[in-house]
């Protein structure tokens, strides 16, 4: 289990960048990168050679702060810190949609693996919207309520969301929040299940394992990283080994391993089975905002590929082997 | 040899018989009879021999005395050899007398008789060997052994088999031996000297048993024991009561070190005890023994006996050293002193003897006097430089005068010559604790390695603070296993591995019941061990700690209470608890868990200050003061945390933003400074109060002199690995700021974001963003509050910023006097965003309250809004404009085209021109020709009519071609004329355009401006705000000292009620400082290892 460094672009963006997520491969052409900046577009890029498979897209204001693909890879969209969501075409760029919901702002998103729904965290609206793809039109807003027992604090804000995951199977979404709290839905009936404790601070990103649906891992700024059982309720492990925050989360498609970016500028790889920290790659020379496992699929290609990008404006990207 | 002696009568065959066991008490007696009877002086000789025997010392001088009398000499002039015999005799016993002698003066005397007595017997015969052999004793006596050699060659260059002689130089040979230095000339001296011995024995077989006795001791000292031993068994045979003889095997014996030899040996000594009793060499081992089976009395006993036996300076040494030894181990330092100083005042050269010195050295060390102490051990260390014992007890001794560079060179030397020791290696750690983690961590390591190689259980003590180590190294997996080995098996292992907590209490169910102690009730009632040892609360307590660090702060609370359940009156785990509390914003719990700890010491500064804090951040000032007050008084005002504490409140009372008045601010500040001060003058190392009366200074405006503290601050702590100062890089950062050194103060922040905060510091965001804003850098400044933004997404104060920043920056951009369409349009977009952002903000406020006025975004709204219209009106204008510029730029184009078109007809006019004057001349010409044509039918008429001719047409010609090339010229000159004026023309009409609109445009555009400006103006007048021009609230009035105030203040920002946003500097003090407090509590508690230093050799 190891990576290997394959290339790096520098300055593929003007600013820092912030959201990295690739595009499935569809029959005209093989899973692309998509990665959003703090200088407000978004760029497409090449899967091996990281050339710039199309000019970078404007109309985000404020900054890009995440960027989601539709599991059929023809559709995509990006957030920016102004809360609009632009939904567009990823072969000919053109905008589809362009959703908000205000007072709600927009975090972390993701399209369900069926692609009928997109999850939208929704930062101190303290909820979840759901947005159906083909209408666009929101559907569903899954509030998570406040663990018990817990005191307001000072700001009143007791819930921020940050983050989404989907399941693999699409029964399940969980939502990272700033107080450390992972909030789990049952998608079918919009209902909230439990709470995941343990984390003491916001959690950014997370992920559900590829071969298990009832296992999370959590990446948070307590500088761990978490292993929930998400239907027992139980943490099954942490691990730590960053020095700072932990900002992002993969998993692995095999779901052996895991890989995570931090703003202790590395990107390291962890062995699920030894439950440790086996590689650090400390190619980037600031916070590592987005790692991104490659999805398998598309034709002729084996090889696990991972993408890193970081506020040092380049993108970083790796073999798993 | 009992007998008779018959003194023959004078003139007589009479003989006096003299039986010689009954020699008279009055030696004048048998003196008047030899006088009398002129008796041969052999009979003299025997009668003082056998005086001497009997130990009448006064008769055996008086008869040898009267026997050397100048008128014996006269008399018995002939008889040379019995002269002789006597002045040998006499000078013999004065040498003995001399050599017993104590007194130094008397000494000397006896050796003048003595030398005296030889120098008479060598005049009567200078050749006699037995004088010289006295001489040659009477030098080693008084330790001339080179003149006793030369003595006693003389002799044996007459007679090599003389005996006396022999043994005399042997004895010579051994002593210098013994004295030489170098091993191998005194391993030399010793072979000769044993050579010597053999042929006085070769020489006479049946010399007494004391030769032997030589030889026994050359071979000990070339370290052949075995045949020594033979040599002293030889002695015994032929002497049985040898007590030398004795001895030297009971050394001998002793010295095996086996359980029979010992034996054999104390057997040996108590026969020569009991031969001898005032034997003081076996009496002290005798004592030496007994020490060690642990019979003081008898040591004491035997001791008194030996120094009653003696004058011997070592030998006497010894028994003190016996008796203050003795006295050392039942514990009476105080006679044991006493005695170590009477061995010590008895020894000449410290090499002779050392160990009195030690026990002194150790005596002194327990009774506190470390001075004497130290100089004791050094004595010892000259000595032997290395022995480990001395310089381990020398290094303690230093860390207890507070010298712990030399402690520490002294321990590294000792763990050199000895690697093996654990305990030095233990005690090198401590020293380097404070100042050289990593080496005190390896130190510590290789103790650990050595105990447990010699298969010892390793101190629970050494593996605390090697976790301690790994700890604060950031090592926390090692420091977690270090941990757990030091526990061993407990209770606490079951709660590490979740077995115990999280399958039984949920985590945060255990949370809210923070004071609930029902988990180990039931646990108990189960039957569960909840064993804990006071030695292990420290080492669990670290663990607890640990946990924390690591964020498992379920399993930390559950171990806290067990400790609390076990010690209740562990305070500190009360307060390690309410820090949790703290850091999870629950400040009632912490407050009642600080109270709890109040219960068991209510005193307790630690307890108090971390109380003040908590009351402060529930906004308690005057509750929070008052505890500060009390933690102040519980340590005398010697605690700097609690002076520090008082110092921050004084100095936060003074910027609070409500009750700010002039007056009470200067008090307070003028409070926290003279606080600051006070901890400085008691620990001038206080990083902490320097920070602190930086600040102050900064406050009042002296920024050069806080500029000064700050940077000594951060060079003192950037020379420590512990210590770690971000607020003092923010403060000077904020210095330079406040001063307007933008750009330096832009590279602090960023370093110090860089250099601790991994870049996630949202709060130092903004501070740079305030610099970039101060410094009119609005993208840098927005960039950086987006960035923030995007670190900390609930911080809608940011967003807040963010809008100010993007409303300042469109406001600036519009002001500009110049200023190109796209400028305008991007700052059209951007007034858009903080539109939304603003409207967002009030939006979001519906379901939070992120502390900002409603009314107050809507102005902004209203006031971006406004700004918005009046960009529109500026947007269509510098299009409109541009769109001018285009039309001019077509119209001047084609201007320009005209006049082209212009020139190039007119310069077809002139060709034309041209060619018709060509024609004309042509025709001319033809013209001429014709008339030439005509005329030269008239010349042929005559010829020199046509000479003539011929000349003018020639001349006409050239006229024409002249006049011809010379117009052209012209013309072309004109034609560059034409070109420069067509350009210039053309500059001009570009400037104008340039100019003439724009200052039409210009006036519009203000006006438009201002209009827009009043309307501004009213709706921020409307919300209460009073700024001049557009900017608003974010930048401060001109006057520069409040400007540089409010930087200071830190609060930064807008009209942001200023306890709303964290002050970066003291409360980040605070948190170190409570850190460092834990780590001096940590250290304390490492100070319990150091306790058990007092040992025997």
């Known amino acids: ?321 | 040899m009992a007998g008779c002696i018959y003194i023959p009568v004078q003139n007589s065959e009479e003989e006096v018989k003299v039986p010689l066991d009954s020699l008279p008490q009055d030696a004048n007696d048998i003196l008047d009879i030899l006088k009398a009877e002129q008796a041969p002086l052999d009979l003299w000789l025997i009668i003082a021999r056998e005086y001497f025997k009997q130990n009448k010392v006064e008769q055996f001088r008086q008869v040898l005395q009267e026997g050397s009398s100048p008128e014996i000499d006269e008399y018995y002039a002939d008889v040379k050899y019995e002269r002789i015999a006597i002045l040998n005799a006499l000078g013999a016993y004065y040498t003995y007398l001399g050599k017993m002698e104590t007194n130094k003066s008397k000494k000397d005397e006896h050796f003048i008789l003595a030398t005296q007595c030889y120098n008479r017997a060598s005049r009567i015969d200078v050749h006699e060997p037995s004088t010289w052999i006295g001489k040659g004793q009477l030098c080693v006596a008084k330790g001339e052994l080179q003149n006793a050699a030369s003595a006693f060659q003389i002799v044996l260059g007459d007679d090599p088999n003389n005996v006396p002689a022999l043994l005399g130089q042997a004895c010579v040979d051994f002593n210098t031996a013994e004295n030489e230095e170098q091993y191998k000339k005194a391993m030399d001296l010793y072979k000769s000297s044993l050579e010597l011995y053999k042929r006085a024995l070769l020489a006479n077989p049946n010399c007494p048993a004391a030769v032997r006795l030589g030889v026994g001791l050359c071979r000990y000292r070339l370290g052949q024991f075995e045949k020594a031993r033979q040599a002293f068994e030889r002695v015994l045979q032929a002497n049985p009561e040898n007590v030398e003889a004795l001895v030297a095997l009971g050394i001998m014996d002793l010295q095996t070190n086996e359980d029979h030899g010992v034996r054999g040996g104390m057997e040996d000594m108590r026969r020569a005890f009991e031969i001898h009793p005032y034997c003081s060499m076996a009496l002290n081992h005798l004592a030496n023994h007994y020490f060690f089976t642990g019979q003081h009395f008898l040591v004491e006993q035997l001791t008194e006996a030996a120094l009653a036996a003696t004058n011997h300076g070592l030998m006497k040494s010894h028994s003190y050293y016996n008796l203050a030894r003795s006295y050392h181990s039942k514990g009476d330092f105080e006679k044991a002193a006493r005695y170590y100083m009477a061995s010590v005042k008895e020894i000449k050269k410290p090499q002779d003897f050392i160990l009195p010195y030690y026990g002194l050295g150790q005596v002194q060390l327990k009774l506190g006097d470390f001075r004497s102490s130290l100089s004791s051990f050094e004595k010892v260390l000259e000595v032997q430089p290395e022995n480990c014992e001395s310089l381990k007890a020398v290094g303690h001794i230093y860390a207890q005068l507070g010298q712990h560079d030399k402690a520490i060179e002294t321990f590294r030397k000792a763990t050199r010559i000895d690697p093996k020791d654990a305990e030095a290696f233990v005690e090198l750690g401590e020293l380097q604790i404070s100042s050289d983690a990593g080496a005190a961590l390896d130190a510590f390591k290789t103790a650990r390695n050595l105990l447990s190689k010699r298969g010892e259980e390793v101190p629970i003590q050494l593996l605390n603070n090697i976790g301690v180590l790994y700890f604060e190294k950031g090592d926390f997996q090692l420091a977690e296993q270090t941990f757990k080995e030091a526990l061993g098996e407990g209770i606490w292992l079951s709660v590490l591995d979740g077995r115990i907590g999280s399958s039984k209490v949920d985590c945060s169910a255990y949370s809210v019941q923070y004071r609930d102690f029902s988990l180990f009730q039931q646990l108990e009632a189960e039957g569960t061990s909840l064993d804990l040892p006071w030695d292990n609360v420290t080492t669990l307590y670290n663990l607890a700690r640990l946990l924390e660090q690591l964020q498992e702060t379920g399993k930390a609370s559950i171990l806290y209470h067990l400790i609390l359940f076990k010690y209740p009156d562990y305070v500190d785990a009360y307060l390690r608890l309410a820090a949790m509390a703290k850091s999870r914003n629950d400040i009632q719990l912490g407050i009642q868990l600080i109270g709890d700890a109040l219960k068991v010491d209510d005193k307790y500064p630690n307890a108090l200050s971390m109380l003040g804090t908590l009351e402060l951040l529930n906004d308690d000032w005057v509750k929070a003061k008052d505890t500060f007050r009390a933690a102040k008084d519980a340590t005398d005002g010697k605690d700097s945390y609690s002076l520090l504490s008082l110092a921050n409140w004084n100095y936060f009372a003074a910027l609070r933003s409500e009750k700010r008045g002039p007056k009470l601010e200067a008090t307070h500040l003028e409070k926290a400074k003279e606080l600051y001060t006070k901890v400085l003058m008691l620990h001038p190392g206080n990083l902490y109060a320097a920070n602190g009366a930086g600040i102050v200074l900064a406050e009042k405006g002296h920024f050069d002199v806080a500029k000064d503290i700050f940077t000594q601050v951060q060079e003192a702590a950037s020379g420590s690995v512990f210590v770690q100062m971000p607020d003092v890089w923010v403060n000077l950062a904020h210095v330079y700021f406040a001063q307007g050194h933008f750009a330096l103060a832009v590279k602090m922040y960023q370093n110090c974001l860089r250099k601790f905060y991994h870049d996630t510091d949202t709060q130092i965001l903004l501070y740079l963003a305030r610099t970039y804003y101060e410094a009119e850098q609005w993208q840098d400044c927005k960039k950086t509050l987006l960035r923030a933004i995007h670190l900390a997404p609930w911080n809608y104060t940011l967003r807040f910023d963010a809008g100010v920043a993007m409303q300042k920056f469109s406001a600036s951009t519009l002001q500009k006097t110049k200023r190109t369409a796209d400028e305008v349009r991007s700052t059209v977009t951007e007034l858009k965003n903080a539109v939304r952002v603003f409207s967002q903000l009030s939006a979001a406020s519906s379901y939070h309250s992120h502390g900002f006025d409603e009314k107050k975004i809507e102005t902004h709204v209203e006031y971006c809004k406004h700004l918005l219209d009046a960009a529109k009106v500026h947007c269509e204008a510098a299009e409109r404009e541009e769109q001018q510029n285009r039309q001019r730029l077509e119209v001047a184009r084609q201007v320009s085209l005209a006049e082209e078109a212009r020139r190039k007809a007119e310069e077809q006019r002139k060709i034309q021109l041209e060619r018709r004057k060509q024609e004309d001349e042509l025709k001319q010409l033809m013209q001429q020709e014709r008339n030439f044509e005509r005329i030269k039918e008239q010349w042929k008429n005559s010829s020199n009519i046509a000479s003539n001719k011929r000349k003018e047409r020639s001349h006409g010609e050239q006229d024409e071609e002249g006049g011809h090339g010379e117009r052209r010229r012209r013309k072309g000159t004109k034609r560059r004329k034409k070109d420069k004026k067509t350009k210039a023309q053309y500059e001009e009409e570009e400037a104008d355009m340039d100019d003439e609109p724009e200052e039409v445009d210009e006036d519009a555009s203000m006006n438009d401006h201002e209009d827009a400006a009043e309307k501004a103006q009213d709706h921020l007048l409307a919300a209460g705000l009073e700024d001049s021009d557009a900017e608003d609230d974010m930048g401060e009035p001109s006057s520069t000292i409040n400007r540089k105030r409010r930087a200071w203040s830190e609060s930064d920002d807008d009209d942001v009620p200023l306890d709303k946003l964290p002050e970066s500097s003291p409360s980040g003090y605070k948190e170190n400082s409570a850190e460092s407090d834990e780590e001096m509590r940590g250290n304390k508690v490492r100070r319990n290892a150091v306790d058990e230093e007092e040992d025997d050799e």
């Open chain 1, 1 to 321: 289990m190891k990576l290997a460094g394959l290339k790096t672009v520098e300055s593929a963006h003007d600013e820092s960048i912030w959201a990295a997520a690739w595009v499935p491969a569809t029959d005209e052409r093989p899973a692309l990168l998509m990665t959003g900046s703090l200088d407000e577009t978004v760029r497409l890029w090449r899967p091996d050679e990281l050339a710039p498979a199309g000019p970078p897209s404007r109309g985000h204001a404020l900054g890009v702060i995440s960027v989601a693909a539709h599991p059929a890879g023809t559709v995509a969209a990006s957030a920016s810190l102004d809360s609009f969501i632009r939904v567009f075409d990823v072969d000919s760029n053109a905008s589809i949609a362009t959703l908000e919901a205000p007072p709600s702002e927009v975090w972390n998103m993701q399209f369900d693996p069926k692609g009928t729904v997109l999850a939208v965290a929704g930062g101190g609206s303290a909820s979840v919207k759901l947005w159906d793809t083909s209408t666009w039109q929101l559907i569903a807003n899954l509030a998570v309520p406040r663990p018990e027992g817990a005191r307001p604090d000072r700001t009143g804000s007791g819930k921020f969301v940050l983050s989404v995951a989907w399941s693999p199977d699409g029964k399940r979404l969980a939502c990272g929040s700033m107080d450390g709290t992972i909030a789990v839905f049952d998608v079918a009936r919009a209902k909230f299940l439990h709470h995941l404790e343990g984390h003491s601070g916001p959690v950014r990103s997370l992920v559900f394992s590829p071969v298990d649906p009832r296992v999370l891992f959590t990446a948070c700024d307590d500088t761990h990283v978490r292993i929930y059982d998400t239907d027992g309720k139980s943490m099954v492990g942490a691990m730590s080994d960053h020095v700072s925050w932990v900002l992002s989360v993969d998993a692995s498609p095999d779901g052996a391993a895991i890989v995570t970016g931090s703003s202790d500028k590395t990107v390291r790889l962890w062995d699920l089975s030894m439950r440790a920290a086996v590689q650090t790659m400390t190619n980037h020379s600031a916070q590592v905002w987005g790692v991104a496992f490659r999805p398998p699929g598309g034709t002729g290609v084996r090889a696990v590929r991972l993408a890193s990008v970081s506020d040092d404006k380049s993108i970083s990207l790796y073999d798993y082997s």
